[in-house]
């Protein structure tokens, strides 16, 4: 803690943002904006609402690649401040959807905000009746940040639930981060989706930092899906998010074959307001997304 203190008094920036990760973000999730916490889902349950994979019948080997770029560089940043380090990393995942009880498992490995991340998680979900389920995720996470000179291990637990109200329409939430053991990552967001018609999908998640106060922490994730042609899909997403200071928006693009899909995605972020945080003032952040889905 003294070292955050120390560091702050440096370069003027808020404790909270040094050594704070965001948590890696499938293709699909970056495409969105993050919104999703009601749809079916089987990879992106390892990152969003565990209970989206239930109702999930294939089973699938992903694998992702994600990078990012901050542009312009706040000309006030000095040049041994923390967030030099442009997020970047990959992921690798297994899951299984042809047993009663459904999940997978991830390994991933980026850089975000000077920290070196390792994760490993493990995601489970069961339908409690015909239409709605209950899942869990556990993930061990390895730290390394170069700015405090730190290392650390902590273990994270996530609980979701989904339900389905009729065809067209679902609703779900998820409970992030049981025991606190992340800043800023103890969150509740329920979300909503509606099928319009054969081919548009509308996604929405709201939510806030449950140890924190709701004005203070609130975001929402907006999203919506067209569908083109049986196998190309085009996704469009905003999101506002006090709990971060970020707001931004997403698009991207999935081609749906047999076998083997491919997806793209790029999100925009920038600051919400003028307080400091995770970016400086007047910059950008492109994060950009590839990943290949292989049905097994």
């Not at 404790?15 to 699909?28: M, N």
């Not at 405090?148 to 998820?174: A, C, K, M, P, V």
């Not at 970016?279 to 049905?295: F, P």
């Amino acid at each position: 803690m003294i070292q955050r203190v120390i560091i702050t008094l440096i370069f003027g920036q808020s404790i909270w943002s040094f050594g704070f990760v965001r948590d890696y973000q499938t293709t699909r999730m970056i495409s969105t904006s993050g919104a999703g916490t009601a749809s079916i889902l089987m990879v992106d349950a390892l990152a969003l609402n565990p209970a989206t994979s239930a109702f999930f019948t294939d089973s699938l080997i992903y694998l992702q690649q994600n990078s990012g770029e901050v542009d312009p560089i706040n000309s006030g940043r000095p040049a041994s401040s923390p967030y030099n380090t442009e997020p970047s990393g990959l992921m690798f995942a297994i899951t299984d959807g042809t047993t009663k009880t459904k999940g997978g498992g991830s390994y991933q490995k980026y850089e975000d905000n000077d920290t070196e991340r390792t994760r490993y998680s493990f995601n489970m979900a069961t339908q409690l009746s015909r239409s709605t389920s209950l899942g869990g995720t556990y993930h061990f996470t390895k730290d390394k940040n170069s700015v405090l000179g730190q290392e650390d291990d902590f273990h994270r637990i996530d609980l979701g639930l989904l339900t389905f109200l009729n065809g067209d329409f679902s609703y779900g939430f998820s409970l992030k981060d049981l025991g606190g053991s992340e800043d800023r990552k103890s969150t509740f967001t329920s979300g909503v989706q509606y099928v319009a018609s054969k081919n548009v999908v509308l996604i929405g998640d709201i939510g806030f930092d449950y140890t924190r106060s709701f004005s203070g922490s609130f975001f929402y994730r907006v999203s919506a899906q067209v569908e083109f042609l049986s196998d190309l899909s085009f996704r469009v997403g905003l999101f506002d998010d006090k709990n971060t200071n970020l707001k931004g928006g997403s698009y991207g693009i999935l081609w749906n074959g047999p076998k083997l899909s491919l997806e793209g995605a790029i999100k925009k972020s920038r600051m919400r307001d003028n307080l400091s945080g995770y970016l400086y003032k007047d910059e950008r952040l492109t994060d950009i997304s590839l990943s290949a889905i292989v049905k097994i």
